[in-house]
Nanobody
Framework: QVQLVESGGGLVQAGGSLRLSCAASGRIFGINAMGWYRQAPGKQRESVARITSGDSTNYADSVKGRFTISRDNARNLVYLQMNSLKPEDTAVYYC????????????WGQGTQVTVSS
């Protein structure tokens, strides 16, 4: 089993910055991908950014150039640095871990609220 705990959400004005953190614990395999998803009210959950255990990254088009995902493998941490925030970034942000070969295990954190005021 794996546990994911997010932190760092909050209220920020448009143009501001926040950094989200996710701490993973438990049985984490060497092959994995950690990512951030978000879900705004009335909308489907969407992928924001992902980083593999090989440090390959990808981003949603809506956040490219503004958000940066990174990880600390030694401490099983993943970060999402969010700059130039916009009101449309308002959502609950969830940490995700796809674990093992073929990403056969899928884990989610409890979510952290990010609210961007205009």
């Amino acid at each position: 089993q794996v546990q994911l705990v997010e932190s760092g959400g909050g209220l920020v004005q448009a143009g501001g910055s926040l950094r989200l953190s996710c701490a993973a614990s438990g049985r984490i395999f060497g092959i994995n991908a950690m990512g951030w998803y978000r879900q705004a009210p009335g909308k489907q959950r969407e992928s924001v950014a992902r980083i593999t255990s090989g440090d390959s990254t990808n981003y949603a088009d809506s956040v490219k150039g503004r958000f940066t995902i990174s990880r600390d493998n030694a401490r099983n941490l993943v970060y999402l640095q969010m700059n130039s925030l916009k009101p449309e970034d308002t959502a609950v942000y969830y940490c995700n871990l796809k674990n093992g070969l073929g990403y056969r295990e899928d884990y989610w954190g409890q979510g952290t609220q990010v609210t961007v005021s205009s």
